[in-house]
């Protein structure tokens, strides 16, 4: 009931940011979009920065599940399941258009203000690559972190990247093509790389 609750919040908050400057999203707009008291979302986000640092943890592509996924060891019979969820992800990321530019507007003003959302979104991200990068070592089994997290930056910028031109409308609204070339790509790219060179030198 909580999870559900704070789930419909942070959908609330979403929707707000999409229709209005960040500057004039108040926790009270919130609360109508929510069809929840200003109490009701004080109670689980003591500020608005916190809650904005929700959307933002929401807006990025690998959360919790990834995470549970590397609480156990995977086998060879779970790879190929592992890298579909992955793949799963970034195609449902990328199509997620309005919630792209929504990432680029909430890191931009992350970054520009300095604050304590820019802090957190550094430790998100950080973990967010280490995460990848252990996940790398168990799919390809290969041991060495500077060349995993190297390849996990890179998969994340790529995906920034796509985020950064859907803001800015470069991309076309059918992204079909796109999305497939994408995942073939570091589907084919991440291992063969990380077999062929895998001191990254």
Known sequence: MENKRKQRIIDATLK???ENPLEKVSM???AENANLSTGAIYHFYPSKDDLIFACIKE???FTTSLYDS???DVD????AEVLQDINKRIKRRIRKANDQKLHIQLLSDSIKRNNK???EY???YKETIDSLAELFTKLYDVENSECEQSM???LLAALDGIALQQSLDVLPEKMGSIIHTFTRFFNIAIPLYLKNYKDCK
């Open 16 to 18: 707000t940011l999409r």
């Open 28 to 30: 009270r707009k919130i």
């Open 59 to 61: 807006s990025l592509l």
């Open 70 to 72: 590397l609480k156990k």
């Open 76 to 79: 060879k019979s779970e790879k």
């Open 117 to 119: 959302n820019k802090r």
């Open 122 to 124: 550094r430790k998100h």
């Open 152 to 154: 996990a930056s890179i």
